[in-house]
C-alpha cells in the first residue's frame, strides 16, 4: 500500500455553545493556515487509566496573529464575532489515501493569550478544554433548587434565606420583589434559615410558620405591578415543598396567585392536610389529593391550571384533576396565608416557584424526586440529570445500559465534575470526553472481557515505547461503604501474601447493601494482580508499510 498521508485540521464552529450537542460540528473559521506549528500542539487527556479522576482533556495551540483577525475584541476582524472565548473548537487528522478523519478533540476555548514573538510577531496562545471542563466551573445548588430553576420560573423563592431575615429574596432571573413578612392578629413565627432534612441536600434552610390560630400569625405576601408574563397566560403552575409537623384542622392556605379587586385566584389549600388545588374564575374549582400529608416527611405539591383544567399535584404525581375553564390573571403571591392574613399555615416550607406555563408531567416527576434526592435512579440516569442540569445536553458513546442504582447525593455546593465523579466510582467506569466531544463511559458488565488485541511488531515500535507492569493501580483489600448502610471489605489472600497489602477505601452512593458487596468484590477481582499496560506506544505509520486500515480501523 502507499504510505498514508495525515493532515491537520484545526478549525471552530462559533454556532455551537457549550449547552450544545457537537454533532453537527462545521469548521467554519479554519486555522490550520494560521498555525504556528514551530509552537507545535499539546494536547492532554482528561483519564489518566481507567481508575483515574474524571478530568478535563486540555487543548493548546499557538495562531499567528498578523492580521489581528485573532484578536477577540477586534470588530474589523474577519472572524468577529464568531471567535472567542466559549466557541467551540476541534482538532483533527485526516488520512488522505482512506478519506478517514480522526477527531483528536473536540472542547471549547476558554483562554486566549496576545503577545509578541521577539517583540515582533504577533501572536495569540489559545487553550481550550473539554465539556468536563466546564463541569468543573459550575457550583451545583441543592437538587431541588436546580430542577425547579432549569424551568425558568418567573418567580422563584427558595426560602433558603439567613436567619434573622424578614424578607424572602426571588432567585429566578428576573429578581423581583422580595415577599415581606405579613403580621395578622397577636402571635405566630416565621422563621427562616431553620435546617430542613429535604432531599439530597439535608442542611438545606428553609422556612418555619408557626401560628397561634387561624387567624393570629404571620404569612409571606407581594404586589408585583410588573408581572406581565402571567397577566394574560392560561397555564400556570404554582408549586413548593412541604412539611407538617402537626395536623391541622380545617383549611390552611399554603401558596395563593390572586389579583386584587378580582376572584381570580389559583390557590394551594391543606384541607384536614389533604392538599388541594383550587381554582377561582367567577366560580370555585377544586382537585383533591386522595389522603393527608401529615406524615413526617417532606413533600413536593403543587396546583396546576392550563385554562381547561386544574390538578394537584404530590411528589410529582397528577392525583386528581376537574375542568375549569377560563384565563386566570394574578399579581399578587401570598406564601402561608391568603392576601389578605386569613387561613394561615402551620408549616416548613422551601421551594415556592411560579411558573407561566402549566408544566408537562415529565418535569413535573422530576421536581418531585427531589424529596428523596433522586434515589433508586441508575448511574446513567444521575449521570444525565448532572449533566443536563450544569451544562445541558450532551452526546454520549455508552455500551450498554448500566444497572447500578445510587441513592441520594448532596448537590449543594459540589461541582458538577465532582458529582459526576460519584458516578464514575459507583459505576466504577471511567468517564471522559472522546476526540468528538461525545461522553464515553460503560457499565460494569461490558469490561468484564478484553478487548479484541491489536498486533504491531515489534520493528514498528519506537525504541522509547513500549509496555509495563506496575503495582500502581493495584488493590488487594478493598473497603466498600454506603450512607447510612452497610461498611464491606473484600481482599485477595494471595496477592496480599505477594505483593503486600494495598489497601482502598471509599464511599459510594449505592442504595442497597448488595450492591456494596459487589462493589468491594469487582474492585479485587479485577485489579488484586498486576497488569503488563501499553502507555503512548508510538509507530512509525509513514515508513513502516504498515496496513493503516488494520490498526485504525475502516473509515477512520
Not at 136 to 152: F, G, H, I, P, S
Not at 221 to 241: H, I, K, P, R
Request: aromatic share 6%.
Amino acid at each position: 500500500m502507499a504510505n498514508p498521508q495525515f493532515d491537520i485540521v484545526l478549525a471552530c464552529d462559533p454556532a455551537i455553545g457549550p449547552g450544545d450537542s457537537v454533532d453537527g460540528f462545521t469548521p467554519t473559521i479554519p486555522l490550520n493556515t494560521s498555525l504556528r506549528l514551530q509552537d507545535g500542539v499539546s494536547l492532554t487527556s482528561g483519564r489518566q487509566n481507567e481508575t483515574g479522576a474524571v478530568g478535563a482533556g486540555t487543548l493548546v495551540f499557538t495562531l499567528n496573529n498578523s492580521s489581528g483577525d485573532f484578536t477577540p475584541d477586534n470588530t474589523a476582524g474577519a472572524y468577529y464575532p464568531g471567535w472567542g472565548l466559549r466557541k467551540c473548537i476541534r482538532f483533527s487528522w485526516i488520512d488522505s489515501d482512506l478519506s478517514g478523519t480522526a477527531n483528536l478533540f473536540t472542547g471549547y476555548i476558554t483562554e486566549i493569550q496576545e503577545g509578541w514573538n521577539n517583540g515582533k510577531q504577533p501572536f495569540v496562545r489559545v487553550v481550550a478544554t473539554d465539556r468536563i471542563g466546564l463541569l468543573n466551573e459550575r457550583t451545583m445548588k441543592a437538587l431541588t433548587v436546580e430542577e425547579q430553576l432549569y424551568d425558568e420560573p418567573v418567580l422563584f423563592y427558595p426560602l433558603n434565606d439567613s436567619q434573622g431575615s424578614t424578607t424572602a429574596g426571588d432567585q429566578s432571573v428576573h429578581r423581583r420583589q422580595g415577599l415581606a413578612v405579613g403580621t395578622v392578629g397577636t402571635g405566630g413565627t416565621a422563621v427562616f434559615g431553620h435546617t430542613s432534612d429535604l432531599g439530597a441536600d439535608p442542611e438545606t434552610p428553609c422556612l418555619v410558620l408557626t401560628r397561634s390560630d387561624a387567624s393570629n400569625g404571620k404569612y409571606l405576601t407581594q404586589s408585583y405591578a410588573d408581572l406581565t408574563e402571567l397577566n394574560a397566560a392560561t397555564g400556570v403552575t404554582l408549586e413548593c415543598y412541604a412539611y407538617l409537623p402537626v395536623a391541622v384542622s380545617g383549611t390552611v392556605r399554603i401558596l395563593e396567585l390572586s389579583k386584587p379587586l378580582s376572584t381570580d385566584i389559583l390557590a394551594l389549600d391543606f384541607v384536614d392536610n389533604v392538599p388541594v388545588a383550587k381554582v377561582t374564575i367567577g366560580s370555585t374549582v377544586t382537585a383533591t389529593h386522595g389522603a393527608a400529608i401529615n406524615d413526617g416527611a417532606w413533600h413536593h405539591v403543587a396546583a396546576w391550571y392550563d385554562g381547561t383544567d386544574v390538578k394537584v399535584y404530590v411528589d410529582g404525581a397528577d392525583t386528581s384533576a376537574a375542568a375549569a375553564l377560563g384565563t386566570l390573571t394574578s399579581t399578587v403571591l401570598s406564601v402561608g396565608g391568603t392576601n389578605t392574613g386569613t387561613t394561615l399555615a402551620n408549616a416548613w416550607l422551601s421551594g415556592v416557584a411560579v411558573y407561566d406555563s402549566a408544566l408537562t408531567d415529565a418535569r413535573m416527576v422530576q421536581h418531585g424526586l427531589g424529596v428523596t434526592g433522586a434515589t433508586g435512579e441508575t448511574t446513567r440516569d444521575r449521570f444525565n440529570r448532572i449533566v443536563r442540569l450544569a451544562v445541558g445536553a450532551w452526546s454520549e458513546s455508552i455500551e450498554d445500559q448500566p444497572t447500578t442504582t445510587m441513592c441520594a447525593q448532596p448537590f449543594a455546593g459540589q461541582s458538577a465534575a465532582t458529582l459526576l465523579q460519584a458516578v464514575a466510582d459507583a459505576e466504577i467506569a471511567p468517564i471522559y470526553c472522546n476526540g468528538a466531544g461525545e461522553l464515553v463511559w460503560s457499565a460494569r458488565s461490558s469490561r468484564s472481557s478484553d478487548a479484541d488485541p491489536i498486533t504491531v511488531a515489534s520493528t514498528q515500535v519506537d525504541s522509547s515505547t513500549g509496555f509495563s507492569t506496575s503495582l500502581a493501580l493495584v488493590v488487594n483489600e478493598a473497603t466498600v461503604e454506603r450512607p447510612g448502610g452497610a461498611k464491606i471489605t473484600a481482599s485477595d489472600a494471595t496477592s496480599i501474601a505477594a505483593n503486600g497489602r494495598i489497601s482502598e477505601s471509599m464511599t459510594l452512593y449505592y442504595d442497597t447493601d448488595a450492591q456494596v458487596s459487589k462493589a468491594a468484590a469487582y474492585i479485587v477481582n479485577t485489579r488484586s494482580e498486576p497488569r503488563v499496560r501499553m502507555g503512548a506506544l508510538s509507530v512509525d505509520l509513514v515508513t513502516s508499510g504498515l496496513d493503516t486500515e488494520t490498526l485504525l480501523g475502516p473509515g477512520v
